[in-house]
């Protein structure tokens, strides 16, 4: 088995790929602790088990850990190959039961319309390019104008994130949608 490695604009992330789906159309994982991924992911968990992970992110194709401040990449990458390679070679699921899908989202049901126009340029403009980079960005809400989007994987944290949902995805929903006065970003 050949896995992948490709930086991502989050110098603490690394994507993996692994050359077969991991969540394939189910949607997406985020895990920030191991204790979060325990009888949930049978993957994430042995990730968690190397050792100076701080989060994993499951997406259709691809794995991005994120590393604690301590950990250097050059000891931490074999570990992770390994530990996916392991993983993939033991049988055992990604995950168990169904990925994360849209739950928590916020907002009047007057606005359905206008959160499906949101939604669709998201899935369609957004997250593709979002995915490029080893993350996701989830809707959570809409009220009185302010887009709530939730940074996954190799987006959470990054230093780029910021410029990415202010004059990135802010700048294209106002200019699509004119309802959307802002965007902010949220904890999952």
Known sequence: MFIE??????????KFLPGRD??????TADFTAAEEAAGRSPLAERIFQVGSVGRVFLGSDFVTVTKTEDAEWTMLRPQVLGAIMEHYLSGFPVLEGAAEGEHGEDFDDADQE???????????????AVAGDGGDIVFRGFRDG??????????????SSR????????????????????VEQVDA
Request: aromatic content about 2%.
């Open 163 to 182: 410029a990415t949902l202010k004059h990135g995805v802010e700048n294209m929903l106002r200019h699509y949608v004119p309802e959307v006065v802002a």
């Open 114 to 128: 206008i959160v499906a126009q949101i939604k669709e340029l998201l899935d369609t403009r957004v997250r593709p």
């Open 146 to 159: 302010v887009v709530r989007l939730v940074m996954q994987g190799a987006c959470s944290g990054c230093p």
């Open 5 to 14: 490695t490709e930086a991502t604009p989050n110098p603490a992330t690394l």
């Open 22 to 27: 991991v969540l394939g159309d189910r949607g």
